[in-house]
C-alpha cells in the first residue's frame, strides 16, 4: 500500500515549456486534490476532483488544467509555465462518505514536488 | 471565503515543555483537520475534527465550533515534534480545505 505517489519529486522547466505532474493513490479514495505551497505559506488548492470524470476549481486555477479519468490518477498540466508558477505543488487523496453524517477521512499527501520555473 | 488565522506564528520550546497551538475561523464549518509537516516537507493528517475533543498520545485537539476555534495541545514535547502546524477548514465535510498560514515549532534538547 504505497499510499499516495507524485513524480517527479523535483524539476525545472524554462518560462513556456509545459510539463504534467503526475499523481497516483492506491487507497480507492473518492476525492483528489492538488495544492501549492508557496515558502513560509499555508497550502492552497489548484483544482479538486470528487470521483473519475467530475473536476473543479480551486482558489488558484489559472495556469493550469487537470483531469480524472481513473479513481486512482490525477494528473496536474502546466502549459506555459511561468516563474510565479515556481512552487512546491502537493496532491491529496480523502474518502468523503455519503449520507446524514457524511464525513472526510484518511486524508493523504504525497511527498510532492519541488519545481523551478526559469 | 472562509479566513483561518493561526497563532503563534513560531514558537520554540525546550524538550519536555507544554504548548497550545489556536486555530481560529471566520465562518461557520463542518470540517476541521489539524496537519503536521516534518522538516522535510512531509505532512501527515494528525486529527479531523469538526467539533469535541479527541487524543492521540502526546497530542489532543478540541474544536468549539459555534466560537469558531480550535486548539491543538502538544505535551511533553519532543525534537520530532518540530515542524509546522496547519489548520485546515471546510464549508461542507466533503473536502476542499482552506489551509492556515501555519505554526512554525522548533524543539530544542
Known amino acids: 500500500n504505497a499510499g499516495v505517489t507524485q513524480t517527479p519529486k523535483f524539476r525545472i522547466l524554462k518560462i513556456g515549456q509545459s510539463m504534467t505532474l503526475q499523481c497516483t493513490q492506491d487507497?480507492?479514495?473518492?476525492?483528489m486534490y492538488w495544492y501549492r505551497q508557496d515558502p513560509g505559506m499555508g497550502l492552497k488548492l489548484i483544482y479538486y476532483?470528487?470521483?473519475?470524470?467530475?473536476?473543479d476549481k480551486g482558489e488558484v486555477p489559472n495556469g493550469y488544467n487537470v483531469s480524472r479519468s481513473t479513481t486512482e490518477d490525477f494528473p496536474l498540466r502546466l502549459e506555459l509555465a511561468a516563474p510565479s508558477q515556481t512552487s512546491v505543488y502537493f496532491c491529496?487523496?480523502?474518502?468523503?462518505?455519503?449520507?446524514?453524517?457524511?464525513?472526510?477521512?484518511?486524508?493523504?499527501f504525497g511527498s510532492g514536488t519541488r519545481l523551478t520555473v526559469v | 471565503g472562509i479566513q483561518v488565522e493561526q497563532s503563534p506564528p513560531d514558537l520554540i520550546l525546550q524538550e519536555g515543555a507544554n504548548s497550545t497551538l489556536r486555530c481560529n475561523f471566520s465562518?461557520?464549518?463542518?470540517?476541521l483537520q489539524w496537519f503536521h509537516q516534518n522538516p522535510w516537507g512531509q505532512l501527515i493528517n494528525l486529527f479531523y475534527?469538526?467539533?469535541g475533543t479527541k487524543q492521540n498520545g502526546r497530542l489532543s485537539a478540541t474544536t468549539v465550533a459555534t466560537e469558531r476555534y480550535s486548539l491543538l495541545y502538544i505535551s511533553s514535547s519532543q525534537t520530532t515534534d518540530s515542524g509546522v502546524y496547519f489548520c485546515?477548514?471546510?464549508?461542507?465535510?466533503?473536502?476542499?480545505?482552506?489551509f492556515g498560514q501555519g505554526t512554525e515549532l522548533s524543539v530544542k534538547p
Open positions: 485546515a477548514v471546510a464549508r461542507n465535510q466533503g473536502g476542499k480545505l482552506i
Open positions: 476532483s470528487v470521483g473519475a470524470g467530475i473536476t
Open positions: 465562518d461557520s464549518v463542518n470540517n
Open positions: 475534527i469538526p467539533s
Open positions: 487507497m480507492n479514495h473518492n476525492y
Open positions: 491529496a487523496s480523502s474518502y468523503s462518505s455519503t449520507g446524514a453524517n457524511r464525513a472526510n477521512y484518511g486524508y493523504t
